[in-house]
T-cell receptor, first 113, second 114 residues
Framework: KAGVTQTPRYLIKTRGQQVTLSCSPI?????VSWYQQTPGQGLQFLFE???????NKGNFPGRFSGRQFSNSRSEMNVSTLELGDSALYLC????????????FGPGTRLLVL | QQQVKQSPQSLIVQKGGISIINCAYE??????FPWYQQFPGKGPALLIA?????SEKKEGRFTISFNKSAKQFSLHIMDSQPGDSATYFC?????????????FGKGTSLLVTP
């Protein structure tokens, strides 16, 4: 089975712009979670989607949003980018239905200038 | 607020030695405790996970020890190899309370010297 894929892998944006990141989960996985990884804060949970519904949300401002499509693919959007948004954004998928094992993609490295 | 505290921040072990990483948590609702390994440029990969109803779980050279009363758990890597050099993260979650949201420790950078 193919693993979790994320596109693009690298992205450079300037302050004030917005960005959309994409995640394709493992085939058959219905839950997709997003995490932000920075050297200072480590790995922090952004939100989780299951069957196109946001089921859980972390402690991030409303500039961070996401959605999930009927094929379980997910997108994450960050509006009005700030320098502090520079990070590795990781997507993880799991089967759902109580199976918590999450499989991570390689991440999208976002640099905000 | 960091819900999972991990130590040490970095660790240097000789080849063949035992690497030990410790984590502590406060939220007694946590019921799933995975460990992830991350190499530079890659996403975290699940190593091993444990639930609070067992005190130890072993998979190959990797063992999780779990102490429910102390709210602590640790990862032991036996016969450490240079290929084990990576960053290790402990995590905890409560499916009942917050779905699949993982609360991660800050990570331990492990270097295994030849």
């Amino acid at each position: 089975k193919a693993g979790v894929t994320q596109t693009p892998r690298y992205l450079i944006k300037t302050r004030g712009q917005q960005v959309t990141l994409s995640c394709s989960p493992i085939s058959g996985h219905r839950s997709v979670s997003w995490y932000q990884q920075t050297p200072g804060q480590g790995l922090q949970f952004l939100f989780e989607y299951f069957s196109e519904t946001q089921r859980n949300k972390g402690n991030f401002p409303g500039r961070f949003s996401g959605r999930q499509f009927s094929n379980s693919r997910s997108e994450m959007n960050v509006s009005t980018l700030e320098l502090g948004d520079s990070a590795l954004y990781l997507c993880a998928s799991s089967l759902g239905r109580g199976k918590e094992t999450q499989y991570f993609g390689p991440g999208t490295r976002l640099l905000v200038l | 607020q960091q819900q999972v505290k991990q130590s040490p921040q970095s660790l240097i072990v000789q080849k063949g030695g035992i690497s030990i990483i410790n984590c502590a948590y406060e939220n007694t609702a946590f019921d799933y405790f995975p460990w992830y390994q991350q190499f530079p440029g890659k996403g975290p990969a699940l190593l091993i996970a444990i639930r609070p109803d067992v005190s130890e779980k072993k998979e190959g050279r990797f063992t999780i020890s779990f102490n429910k009363s102390a709210k602590q758990f640790s990862l032991h890597i036996m016969d450490s190899q240079p290929g084990d050099s990576a960053t290790y993260f402990c995590a905890a979650s409560s499916f009942r309370n917050s779905g699949y949201a993982l609360n991660f420790g800050k990570g331990t950078s492990l270097l295994v010297t030849p």
